[in-house]
């Protein structure tokens, strides 16, 4: 957002609500909804709890929802298009729009998709976001690494028939039982 002190205007309702919905308290507190959210979809998982308390954990997860729905849509007034100009943005707003399509009849399936949102973490914690920033820039390393790996596995699995292929046939008999068993 553009600093509305050096321009002399008075910040307008865009700005403020960009800078209150980018605020630090604000974003913690939706961190905090996210995990939360995770530990009740966790719930969710099992029977006893579903029994005893599904009806809570349902309105619990749409109360989740809709703060969740409620930051996107102060962020897509605030931001206008800018909003879809970040990468983190644009996977926000497709793990929340996955959680709003009905979950009924051949589109239940996407109800597992809803722990996706614990996700949006990464867009949250900055030393999360470097991370995974990093890790992308060393993926085409990390097909050198798999080569690398791969070679090992292949010496020793041979190592591995030579010397107790017939001592023990199942797990070293033949070079593809003796990857297996490395594996």
Same mark, same amino acid.
């Given at each position: 957002?553009?600093?509305?002190?050096?321009?002399?205007?008075?910040?307008?309702?865009?700005? &403020?609500?960009?800078?209150?919905?980018?605020?630090?308290?604000? %974003?913690?507190?939706?961190?905090?909804?996210?995990?939360?959210?995770?530990?009740?979809?966790? *719930?969710?998982?099992?029977?006893? #709890? %579903?029994?005893?308390?599904?009806?809570?954990?349902?309105?619990?997860?749409?109360?989740?929802?809709?703060?969740?729905? #409620?930051?996107?849509?102060?962020?897509?007034?605030?931001? &206008?298009? &800018?909003?879809?100009?970040?990468?983190?943005?644009?996977?926000?707003?497709?793990?929340?729009?996955?959680? *709003?399509?009905?979950?009924?009849?051949?589109?239940?399936?996407?109800?597992?998709?809803?722990?996706?949102?614990?996700?949006?973490?990464?867009?949250?914690?900055?030393? *999360?976001?470097?991370?995974?920033?990093?890790?992308?820039?060393? *993926?085409?390393?990390?097909?050198?690494? #798999?080569?690398?790996?791969?070679? #090992?596995?292949?010496?020793?699995?041979?190592?591995?028939?030579?010397?107790?292929?017939? %001592?023990?046939?199942?797990?070293?008999?033949?070079?593809?039982?003796?990857?297996?068993?490395?594996?």
């Amino acid at each position: 957002m553009e600093d509305p002190v050096s321009t002399g205007a008075p910040p307008t309702l865009r700005e &403020r609500l960009g800078n209150w919905i980018e605020s630090p308290p604000v %974003q913690n507190l939706i961190i905090a909804v996210i995990i939360f959210n995770a530990i009740t979809l966790g *719930l969710e998982t099992s029977a006893v #709890v %579903q029994e005893h308390a599904g009806g809570l954990l349902l309105r619990v997860e749409q109360v989740v929802l809709a703060i969740f729905v #409620v930051e996107i849509g102060i962020k897509l007034y605030a931001f &206008r298009l &800018r909003f879809f100009r970040s990468g983190w943005n644009n996977f926000d707003f497709v793990i929340v729009a996955i959680a *709003l399509i009905p979950a009924s009849g051949p589109l239940a399936i996407l109800r597992a998709f809803r722990i996706l949102r614990i996700l949006r973490l990464v867009t949250k914690i900055t030393r *999360l976001r470097h991370l995974v920033e990093s890790l992308i820039r060393a *993926l085409p390393s990390i097909g050198w690494i #798999v080569v690398l790996m791969l070679m #090992v596995f292949y010496i020793f699995a041979v190592m591995g028939t030579k010397l107790f292929g017939e %001592q023990f046939p199942a797990y070293f008999g033949h070079l593809g039982a003796s990857l297996y068993s490395l594996f």
